[in-house]
């Protein structure tokens, strides 16, 4: 009798054990369970807050977008274009190919006064479509020759340039300098003497290659990706640069309201 009541204490005591084991793993699976979806909703909730940030912000753009359209703000009217010399547009290849919007951006340049421009793209797509684009507008091509720049005011002047202008441009300034420095240093019999290029030498020689171009004080870049995408870093050393979103969301509010911000902006040139 006695050893029957000792072993049915130890049954119960294994089994209130596995029971209690039970209990305390469906309570952790319960705690991590309740856990994550805590963090769900609260992911969730963010997430939901995002969107409607977005909107809110998009909705917002766009009303003060149709505002600065219909002219209802005055500070739109008239803008002082003094420091606007020259405005360099760079577009990713994908958009390069809709011909139609970039005639249409041109042409709310026009209406803005915004008449001598440089067209971009790595692939050098809008230099093919350059006689379309040309005729459209009825604007002249820009010659490297800084006299011309200021013929015509009111005919508009376009520069077609694409990544492989760069690589050409830099190369054969390249080449000019090291041709020009050494024969310099051989004919004085300076074979050992280091040569030291200056921004200087380098800006003359691009302007003699004719790869100089003139410097754009502003520079809207329309696509997905916010940088220049290659565009000469010697024409940018003071430029504004600005992202305009992708080509088909352009909108003439949008583009006049970041033209009116460059206006007001004091470029100090590292002083």
Known sequence: MFFFNSFWVGFSRIRFELVNDRIARAANLLAQETFALLLQVLWDFLHLVIIVWHVILRTTLTLHSYLISSGLLKKYKTLDLTNLRYLAI???????????????????????????????????????????????????????????IDLDQDQMTLEFASLSDGKAGIAKASSLLCSKYLKIDSSD???????????????????????????PSLLLTYGAVRCHLGFPAWRTPYTEIVHMGPLKSMKYGALLKSIEEFTRVKQNYGA
């Open 90 to 148: 760079v577009v990713e290849d994908e958009e390069a190919y809709d011909v139609a919007r970039i005639v249409k951006l041109l042409q709310w340049l026009s209406q803005i006064r915004v008449k001598r421009i440089c067209l971009y793209d790595r692939a050098g797509l809008l230099k093919e479509c350059k006689k379309v684009i040309l005729q459209e507008l009825d604007a002249r091509e820009w010659e490297n020759d800084v006299k011309r």
């Open 189 to 215: 019999g300076n074979q050992h003497k280091s040569t030291i290029f200056t921004e200087s030498d380098l800006t003359e020689a691009l302007r003699e290659v004719g790869h100089y171009g003139p410097k």
